[in-house]
Every structure is written in structure tokens, then in C-alpha cells.
């Protein structure tokens, strides 16, 4: 590489890494609806659940606003590895993709003041489980070439002019290198190599000359590109089963205490639901 060239890519750099603290800046005004008790969610979560995020920094708005979603980020949750453990015992770890630092290992306690949703897989077995826990624990420390301003520069504005057709498109825009840290590719990824679906592209084919009913055709699936995937995807799913905490734990509404006089939900221990 000659001097020039280096200089180019020493400035390009330099643009991304402004870009980069830009777009991922916390939003002041960011205040979650309904956060889940931190320990009550250790206790549901299993190995490979996708935890996904309502984030609160530029790029999640833009984010959302893309992908029709309230949900901007997802990680997977890897439990007690020893792999990822050696990093923090403390606490069960998350395996996310971070735009700055590419694929990295948190503790779940990063999104305790969030508002999260659990996806689980169904029916996978716990080798495969444990698979795909693997394949983004192999993952860890890659880092993103955060050269391409382009890449970077369409998360500065939600662009509301776009059509609805359009927005998934415009998240894999770019060299696809930024967007593996963008749109939840390296988790889709992971479940493609134990072959499990997300949101696959169905034909239907008929299963002999008279059926005429899609409930009597054969279903092939295409596996889509995993750059097209977006946190929403694993909400919609119907192969992912949503997980509610408050739920799993036993809710019963007859425990509830009614503050009639302000319509507040005031629970037994007398603080506000």
C-alpha cells in the first residue's frame, strides 16, 4: 500500500470513528416502559434465547423506524460457558454485536434498565442449543472494517421518505460489513448452521395434480441471506416462542393491590407496578 492509499484509509477511518460515536450516543430522553426484574429474568433465560433490545442511542431510532419494530438490538444469551465466563464470573453473559467493537461478550446486567423480549427457539435439542452458543462464542472478538462511510452514514437519519418496500434494503446497503453489527447477521447466522429457520421464503408446491388448497401443497423453504435480518425478525417468527418472565414466574392477577383513587397498580410490597 503506498503512502497515498494509506492516508485515504487513515482518513477514512477517522470519519467512521466520529460517525460511529454519533450515531451510537444515548439518548437523555430514553426511559423504558416496562423493564423486566433483572433477577427474575436470569432465572427464565436458557442457552442460545435471543434477548432483544428497545435500545435508546440514535441508531436504534433509526432502527426502528426501518424495520417497523420496537426492538433495535438482540444479543444471545450463552448462560455460564466457561469460554465467556472467564471474562466476567460474576454473572450469565450475552454474546452481542457492538458497532464499535464488533462481537463481544456482556453481562446481562447491560440491559437491566431496558425493555426486553426473550425468543426461544423450539424444539432444538441441547447439542444444537449448545452449537449455536458455540458459534458465537468462536465469534468473539471479530472487529469490522469501519471504513465505508457509506455504511455508516445512512443510520444518520431515518429518511422518512422511503417506502415501506424499500427500508429492509437500505439496512444492507453498503459493504455488509458494518451491517453484520447492525442487523442481528452474525445471530441469524448461528441458527442457519444447525439449519434452524427464522423467517425463511415458502413455496408451495403441489403435492399431486389435483390439490388446488395451500393446506395440501408441500413446503420448500429458501434460506434468505443473513444480511437481511433484523432484530424484529426473531419477534415474528413463528418458529421462536415469546417468553415473559412475569408470566413464567407464576403471575396471578388476584395478588394484584388497585390504587382506585390514582388508577395505579400498587403491589403488595406497596410500590408502584
Not at 454474546?95 to 423450539?122: H, Q, W
Not at 448452521?193 to 408441500?218: E, G, K, M, N
Not at 443473513?226 to 395478588?255: C, M, N, T, W
Request: aromatic share 8%; glycine share 4%.
Amino acid at each position: 500500500m503506498n503512502a497515498k492509499m494509506f492516508a485515504i484509509y487513515r482518513i477514512l477511518g477517522a470519519c467512521s470513528g466520529m460517525l460511529v460515536r454519533l450515531i451510537t450516543r444515548p439518548s437523555s430522553a430514553y426511559k423504558p416502559f416496562t423493564p423486566c426484574d433483572p433477577e427474575l429474568l436470569r432465572r427464565v433465560l436458557e442457552p442460545a434465547d435471543i434477548v432483544l433490545v428497545e435500545g435508546n442511542q440514535k441508531v436504534s431510532t433509526v432502527i426502528k423506524y426501518l424495520t417497523q419494530s420496537t426492538w433495535s438490538h438482540a444479543a444471545l444469551y450463552v448462560g455460564d460457558m466457561p469460554d465467556v465466563n472467564a471474562i466476567s464470573r460474576s454473572e450469565p453473559m450475552l454474546i452481542e454485536m457492538d458497532l464499535a467493537k464488533g462481537c463481544i461478550a456482556v453481562p446481562l446486567s447491560k440491559y437491566e434498565n431496558f425493555t426486553t423480549r426473550i425468543c426461544r427457539p423450539v424444539g432444538l435439542s441441547l447439542a444444537e442449543k449448545q452449537e449455536v452458543v458455540r458459534f458465537m462464542v468462536d465469534h468473539l472478538g471479530l472487529q469490522y472494517d469501519l471504513r465505508n462511510v457509506v455504511d455508516l452514514a445512512r443510520f444518520l437519519h431515518p429518511l422518512p421518505f422511503i417506502p415501506v418496500r424499500w427500508r429492509r434494503r437500505m439496512i444492507a446497503l453498503g459493504s455488509g460489513l458494518p451491517t453484520r453489527a447492525i442487523c442481528s447477521s452474525l445471530i441469524a447466522e448461528a441458527f442457519q448452521s444447525v439449519h434452524y429457520p427464522i423467517l425463511p421464503q415458502i413455496d408451495h408446491l403441489p403435492c399431486h395434480d389435483r390439490a388446488v388448497s395451500l393446506h395440501s401443497r408441500d413446503e420448500i423453504l429458501h434460506i434468505r441471506h443473513h444480511s437481511l435480518y433484523a432484530p424484529r425478525d426473531f419477534d415474528i417468527s413463528p418458529y421462536f416462542q415469546i417468553i415473559k418472565p412475569v408470566i413464567e414466574a407464576g403471575f396471578d392477577y388476584r395478588r394484584l393491590h388497585w390504587d382506585h383513587q390514582n388508577s395505579v397498580v400498587v403491589p403488595r410490597s406497596g410500590r408502584p407496578a
